[in-house]
């Protein structure tokens, strides 16, 4: 059975940096075909890709958001870090993390339950 | 910067069948760009409902289907359940499989 669940702040002040981490159980990182993406969903609105990191250690990032985000694995630990840095009230936010399976063409199978973060001075 | 466009709301009958679409700014939805499908209740992760235009989930309830319908990616429900009231997500791949993706705007299902 696979979970997945976010841990990180739940407020940071604008400027500074969000560490978020995914510790997920119920498959490895290290096989071939498997990732694991951020996604968050602002207050009332749609969903966004932020990042996605493969068990070969590739990295994609939402072209919007590319300068801002950075995504590693620690497959001993099972888990996954998103760092976003220069925070602001517009990133207030949802974050899930997310699995990716083996299977082509399917994105974000199974979730986590989400970790709100609210940017406030 | 890619643009996915689904319609904001529809409203459907207990029973009936609504289609809801998935378009991209880019042009014609193809099988290449690998159409995902979710579902989101209020307060609830979102849950993955199909893949690659067509394909279900184990957990995928046989009323939901996918398809590439006038060059968009669908979603189809038939027979209707109070439970399928929901938001609903379509994803995009662009550039492949394993390259970037990007969300639609999400539908808002009703049904009354």
């Known amino acids: 059975q696979i979970t997945l669940k976010e841990s990180g702040p739940t407020l940071v002040k604008p400027t500074q940096t969000l560490t978020l981490t995914c510790t997920f159980s119920?498959?490895?990182?290290?096989?071939?075909?498997?990732?694991v993406g951020w996604i968050r969903q602002p207050p009332g609105k749609a969903l966004e890709w932020l990042a996605l990191?493969?068990?070969?250690?590739?990295?994609r990032y939402s072209p919007s958001l590319k300068s801002r985000l950075t995504i590693t694995k620690d497959t001993s630990k099972n888990q996954v870090v998103l760092t976003m840095t220069n925070m602001d009230p517009v990133d207030t936010a949802t974050y899930y993390c997310?699995?990716?399976?083996?299977?082509?063409?399917?994105?974000?199978?199974?979730w986590g339950q989400g970790t709100m973060v609210t940017v406030s001075s | 910067q890619t643009v996915v466009t689904q319609e904001p709301s529809l409203t459907v009958s207990p029973g009936g069948t609504v289609t809801l679409t998935c378009a991209s700014s880019?042009?014609?939805?193809?099988?290449?760009?690998?159409p995902n499908w979710f579902q989101q209740k209020p307060g609830q992760a979102p849950r993955a409902l199909i893949y690659?235009?067509?394909n279900k989930h184990s957990w995928t309830p046989a009323r939901f289907s996918g398809s590439l319908l006038g060059g968009k990616a669908a979603l189809t429900l038939s027979g209707v359940q109070p439970e399928d009231e929901a938001e609903y997500y379509c994803?995009?791949?662009?550039?492949?499989?394993?390259?970037?993706?990007?969300f639609g705007g999400g539908t808002k299902l009703t049904v009354l």
């Open positions: 997310a699995h990716r399976p083996i299977v082509v063409g399917a994105a974000f199978d199974i």
């Open positions: 119920g498959f490895s990182l290290s096989t071939s075909g498997v990732g």
């Open positions: 990191i493969y068990w070969d250690d590739d990295k």
């Open positions: 880019t042009g014609a939805v193809t099988s290449g760009y690998y």
């Open positions: 690659s235009t067509s």
């Open positions: 994803l995009l791949y662009y550039g492949g499989a394993q390259l970037d993706v990007v």
